[in-house]
């Protein structure tokens, strides 16, 4: 497969699970995080696979961030297909204690961030894909994640906007809207709610698992399978949608 694509926030959670899929359907993978490291680390498991992987340590929050990213891409033998826009963050916190720092964090990660990257590269590929990755809270709400979910609110209204800005010129743009996820980031907000809600962790996962019809949390892989299809040719049709991994909590 003559084709690369760029994973952000590679280097655990969702977007370790993104690189191995992709390494696995042939892509070329541009891996950015900002743990070199860790990234090493990753880079490693998918050349395995017989793929060009290479990893970039940075912040995509960085100003400079889409140029550097863009040189990268530029510097890859093979043709830049796809971004995924996989890095953010989610930290819970009530209304009293949402300040303007949290906000502006949420918003900086979670939106801004992968708008300046996709302005940057959009115009490296001649055809390929977008793929946003959000959460059920780009689509409903939930208590103590107003600036979480605002935040993936703004990066799906933008999807759907570039979908239609592009959808003649062969790029297209979707989201992918997973419910909770297995990762790094879960085990935090399991602790969070056990420590506020006087549960153990037991309880605590329990109580997110019930949001899901399935009730249950959901795994890395389920959604990287997904990101993988949607950047497959099957996908051409697929363009400003938001796609849930939730067991039918959100119907939409």
């Given amino acids: 497969m003559e084709r690369t694509v760029i994973v952000t926030g590679a280097s655990r959670g969702i977007g370790y699970a993104v690189a191995l899929e992709l390494a696995e359907a042939g892509y070329d993978i541009l891996l950015v ?15 395995k696979k ?47 204690q949402t300040d303007d720092e949290l906000l502006l964090k949420h918003m900086e990660l979670n939106f801004h961030a992968p708008m300046r990257l996709t ?14 990755v959000c959460s059920t809270a780009a689509l409903t709400g939930y208590p103590y994640v107003s600036a979480y979910a605002a935040s993936k609110h703004a990066l799906l209204g933008a999807t759907r906007s570039l979908a239609r800005e592009f959808a003649q010129k062969g790029i297209t743009f979707n989201a992918v809207c997973p419910g909770y996820v297995r990762t790094e980031m879960f085990e935090q907000t399991l602790e969070n709610i ?45 363009n400003g949608q938001a796609l849930t991994i939730d067991g039918g909590e959100i119907e939409h």
């Fill in 33 to 47: 995080a900002r743990s070199a490291s860790q990234l090493a680390a990753v880079a490693s498991a998918c050349a």
């Fill in 50 to 96: 017989g793929v060009l992987a290479t990893a970039l340590a940075l912040d995509v929050t960085g100003r400079d961030a889409g140029a550097e990213i863009a040189k990268a891409a530029a510097a890859m033998p093979r043709l830049l297909w796809g971004l995924v826009n996989n890095a953010g963050m989610a930290q819970s916190a009530p209304l009293a």
């Fill in 119 to 132: 302005r940057a590269l959009v115009p490296l590929m001649k055809k390929g894909r977008v793929v946003n």
């Fill in 194 to 238: 056990a420590s506020k809600a006087k549960l153990d962790k037991a309880g605590a996962q329990q109580k997110l698992a019930a949001l899901s019809p399935q009730n249950r949390v959901f795994e890395p892989g389920e959604v990287a399978k997904l990101v993988r299809f949607v950047l497959s040719d099957d996908a051409q049709g697929i």
